[in-house]
Nanobody, 130 residues
Framework: QVQVVESGGGSVQAGGSLRLSCAVS????????MGWFRQAPGKEREGVAS????????YYDDSVKGRFTIFRDNVKNTLSLQMNSLKPEDTAMYYC???????????????????????WGQGTQVTVSS
């Protein structure tokens, strides 16, 4: 079982930047899906970005392409999301997630559907004001 704990949320004005971090512990595979999801009030949870660790393949929702970057630090065992040019519509609770053992379909089965998510963090709030 993989455990993930987020940090780094906060409040920022539109156009600003934030970096979210996720401490990863437990039985991690050398290659697995990890990523970030978000849920705004009254909306369903949606995938933001994912990465296949080991291969470093990255996937992004169209709404954040060019503004957000997902990356993994294997030495520190963390997953991070650098968010630039933030918009008010980015306001949401952000969740770190780790894939089920053997998960390698990091776009359709992980990011788009959440089907292969095995572990969720508790969430960290991001608020962007206009």
């Amino acid at each position: 079982q993989v455990q993930v704990v987020e940090s780094g949320g906060g409040s920022v004005q539109a156009g600003g930047s934030l970096r979210l971090s996720c401490a990863v512990s437990g039985s991690t595979a050398s290659s697995m899906c990890m990523g970030w999801f978000r849920q705004a009030p009254g909306k369903e949870r949606e995938g933001v970005a994912s990465i296949l660790t080991g291969a470093d393949y990255q996937y992004y929702d169209d709404s954040v392409k060019g503004r957000f970057t997902i990356f993994r630090d294997n030495v520190k065992n963390t997953l991070s999301l650098q968010m630039n040019s933030l918009k008010p519509e980015d306001t949401a609770m952000y969740y770190c997630a780790a894939g089920r053992p053997g998960s390698t379909s990091c776009y359709i089965r992980f990011l788009r559907s959440g089907y292969d998510v095995g572990s969720w963090g508790q969430g960290t709030q991001v608020t962007v004001s206009s």
